[in-house]
């Protein structure tokens, strides 16, 4: 099902989504970014502990993404997109 860095998993390197479980504290919104910080993607979520995030629209690269957390805490992690 891929690797589990601070509690996401995904395929990394991604081809086309990014598959998210999270243990504990559910998720409320995710933020994509682009290596120099350009927010490309923000959405809020109904509290879940798995979904999944296309990338279908995005150029291979490295991203970053950001999980906020229903008790404010946040993770970070990069992505790598190769198609």
Do not use: C, H
Request: glycine share 8%; no cysteine; charged share 20%.
């Amino acid at each position: 099902m891929g690797v589990s860095l601070a509690g996401i998993r995904n395929p990394n390197p991604s081809s086309d989504f990014i598959y998210v479980e999270i243990e504990g504290t559910a998720v409320v919104g995710y933020s994509l970014l682009d290596v120099s910080g350009r927010l490309l993607r923000d959405e809020v979520i109904s509290s879940q502990n798995d979904f999944s995030i296309s990338l279908q629209d995005f150029s291979n690269g490295i991203f970053i993404l950001v999980l906020e957390r229903e008790n404010g805490t946040v993770l970070q992690e990069r992505i790598f997109l190769n198609k």
